[in-house]
């Protein structure tokens, strides 16, 4: 899938999990920081492609994509399989709670977001005709369906004009579905 059909995924999932485990009290800053943990979360997995969209958003990204990618050696390896979202989970977890002043900020939030993002990614790439390593290093690929032909080429026209609109069709089905639900979550809110 493309970075924007990722990250319109990853809102969506955020969004619902939110919807339906809500905190009992979020402030505008940990919102604001919570919805762009899950964006960078969903981008997170591609860190082994040097041309991710996340390297543009740091500085010597492009550098250290490309020093990366070369680690990697391919695409779709460690970084899309169990044992990498646990590496990333144990190393997100650690940063958050390091980088942010709790006194703030809801790092437990952030944290979660961040890997919402992150697992999402990896669901929505289930569908894709590559599948995904779970169990890497065996070079077993999982996909739904698990008939490859059957499945999502990235970034064809089935993505465009089908799951990307499908996804944002469903955002709005499911807020204007659980209003009141949303409403409670955007009652939580505390600036």
């Known amino acids: 899938m493309t970075s924007r059909t990722h990250d319109?995924?990853?809102?969506?999932?955020?969004v619902t999990i939110a919807t339906y485990y809500p905190p009992t009290v979020i402030t505008v800053p940990t919102l604001v920081f919570s919805s762009i943990g899950a964006i960078l979360g969903s981008l997170l997995p591609d860190i082994d492609q040097s041309t991710n969209r996340l390297w543009d958003l740091l500085p010597a990204g492009e550098f250290i994509g490309k020093i990366l990618n070369k680690l990697f050696l391919s695409h779709r390896?460690?970084?899309?399989?169990l044992l990498g979202a646990y590496l990333i989970n144990r190393l997100?977890?650690?940063?958050?709670?390091?980088?942010?002043n709790t006194d703030f900020l809801d790092a437990n939030?952030?944290?979660?977001?961040?890997?919402?993002?992150?697992?999402?990614?990896?669901v929505l790439d289930l569908f894709t005709e590559e599948g995904l390593p779970?169990?890497?290093p065996l070079k077993i690929k999982f996909g739904i369906p698990p008939v490859k032909?059957?499945?999502?080429k990235t970034g064809k026209w089935f993505e465009k004009f089908v799951v990307y609109p499908g996804i944002i069709f469903y955002i709005i089905w499911?807020?204007?579905?659980n209003?009141?639900?949303?409403?409670?979550?955007?009652s939580a809110i505390k600036k």
Not at 8 to 14: G, M, Q, T
């Open 8 to 14: 319109v995924f990853s809102i969506a999932a955020l």
């Open 77 to 81: 390896t460690i970084s899309h399989s």
């Open 92 to 100: 997100i977890f650690w940063m958050v709670f390091k980088v942010f």
């Open 109 to 122: 939030l952030i944290y979660y977001s961040v890997m919402i993002g992150y697992l999402s990614h990896m």
């Open 134 to 136: 779970l169990l890497f």
């Open 149 to 152: 032909p059957w499945r999502i």
């Open 174 to 177: 499911f807020a204007v579905y």
């Open 179 to 186: 209003r009141e639900k949303v409403f409670y979550l955007i």
